[in-house]
């Protein structure tokens, strides 16, 4: 039996369970529709029209498939449908995802907390700037260069000064730069990555909080990417320093849709202080009947949310619950191992030239050639060179300072460079990563072949 016609099985077991539960009802009749099987092959045929992003040999973008109980869970549960925004539509969900953010607090750490699950990590961002403005006083927002864009965006929706902090030359947050803006800038808000998403860095978050010894200002840690790297062994000392400070951050971004096996539709937002939750005060005179015990949508800025993102991130974190060498943990490991593996026989290659070494599992190089314009189109043509070996990578457009001292390139014609880049973030990768790096030779050498 194939492991979906065995999924299947155990769906409809649960269904079955389900529809027992609701028994004393009467019975719906409805007639079979017979055209749902041909408008769902009509479907299928059409999401066919994508790349791979279930298979390891698809390492480019952040792509990760749900875990098989995460895509159970959501099918049942979405056969209620309920909506997390009140008890009213969704009482049992809402308590199952009170139940994963308090495990998500725990996993970071935090004694107290408020938080909730939200649609992903912009959404996340959103409500942990917007708390960071209500608490403050006016001032600005600052992230590094290499922070997600939606930060720069978000702060222009709230009205709030967005400055940019420049990066080290290990694509990390320059806090001395940080400092300098510190002294001269009103500021309430530092956002502090763990994990970007060009190249994985993780931003020197120890460092930035003893700097609250001097000035005032929020920490909010973006870690939509990251988040769950702290549960792994197999981090550098200084990165996991950083890691452990997130119990003094005040807010926290994570995305179960990213590394924590989920469908889409799955962020989480954190704070330390459950006071906040003042900022979030309304009435609704619709949805809140059965009170007493809190809706999550007194404590959130979306109002409706399926019930079923919870469902499914809850048996998922049954089913492989977030502990330190524990199978979730080991899943991180071995993406990290693949990225180190891979950033090692790229080392080894003369026309590839990685720009760091990975602190989590993300691997961006950069390919040898006589000019900057001329070393993108080369990266472009690799890219695709490897498609045609079915292995799927992602391009990424990288500044002149982080590629220059390379020395990949001679003559810089352009500012910025189109670099490679491969998220290695599926379990499977590390099995799979000579058969990776099998193909890109093959690409290789239809790619720089000498002409004769
Ligand atoms: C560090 C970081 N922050 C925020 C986001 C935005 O998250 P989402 O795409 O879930 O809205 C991403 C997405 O890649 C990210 O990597």
């Not at 309430?188 to 994985?200: F, I, M, P, Q």
């Not at 015990?293 to 404590?299: D, Q, R, T, Y």
């Not at 502990?323 to 593996?341: H, I, Q, V």
């Not at 030239?353 to 691997?363: K, S, T």
Request: glycine share 6%; proline share 5%; charged share 20%.
């Amino acid at each position: 039996m194939s492991a979906t016609s065995r999924e299947l099985e155990i769906l409809n077991a649960a269904f079955q369970r389900i529809h027992a539960g609701f028994e004393a009802f009467p019975a719906i009749t409805s007639q079979p529709d017979n055209e749902l099987s041909d408008v769902l092959l009509r479907l299928a045929e059409r999401l066919t029209d994508n790349d791979p992003y279930h298979h390891p040999l698809y390492c480019g973008q952040m792509l990760k498939p749900p875990h098989p109980v995460a895509r159970l869970a959501y099918s049942l549960a979405m056969w209620l449908n309920p909506n997390n925004h009140a008890l009213d539509g969704g009482r049992a969900t809402s308590r199952l995802e009170r139940e994963c953010v308090s495990d998500i607090a725990n996993m970071i750490g935090w004694d107290t907390h408020l938080g909730h699950l939200c649609g992903g990590g912009t959404m996340a961002n959103f409500e942990g700037l917007w708390v960071a403005r209500e608490c403050g006083d006016g001032g600005a927002i600052l992230a590094s260069q290499q922070a997600h864009y939606t930060h720069q965006r978000l702060s222009a929706v709230l009205g709030v000064p967005f400055h940019a902090i420049p990066i080290n030359a290990r694509g990390q947050m320059d806090v001395d730069q940080l400092e300098s803006i510190l002294q001269r800038e009103h500021v309430d808000t530092v956002v502090v990555t763990l994990g970007t998403t060009a190249v994985g860095a993780v931003d020197p978050l120890a460092d930035v909080l003893a700097l609250r010894h001097k000035y005032s200002f929020r920490v909010h840690v973006d870690a939509a990417y990251g988040g769950y790297f702290t549960l792994t062994n197999n981090l550098e000392a200084a990165t996991c320093r950083h890691f452990e400070s997130v119990t003094e951050a005040d807010s926290f971004a994570i995305d179960p849709h990213k590394h924590g096996l989920q469908p889409y539709g799955c962020g989480c937002i954190l704070f330390r202080d459950p006071q906040v939750a003042r900022h979030y005060l309304h009435d609704s005179p619709y949805t809140y009947y059965t009170s007493e015990e809190m809706h999550l949508g007194e404590i959130s800025l979306e109002c409706s949310r399926a019930g079923a993102a919870a469902a499914a991130l809850w048996a998922t974190m049954q089913h492989l619950p977030l502990e330190r060498e524990g199978e979730f943990a080991k899943g991180l490991e071995s993406g990290r191992r693949a990225a180190l593996g891979l950033h090692a026989w790229l080392t080894s290659q003369e026309l590839f030239h990685p720009l760091l070494q990975p602190e989590l599992d993300i691997v961006v190089w950069a390919v040898e050639a006589a000019s900057a314009s001329e070393s993108s189109r080369r990266a472009r043509q690799f890219f695709e060179a490897a498609q045609q070996e079915q292995v799927y990578l992602a391009l990424a457009t990288m500044p002149r300072h982080l590629v220059e001292p390379l020395n990949a390139i001679t003559n810089w014609d352009a500012p910025t460079v189109t670099c490679l880049r491969s998220t290695m973030m599926k379990p499977e990768h590390e099995e799979w990563l000579p058969e990776i790096i099998e193909r890109l030779e093959r690409a290789m050498a239809t790619t720089f072949a000498e002409p004769d």
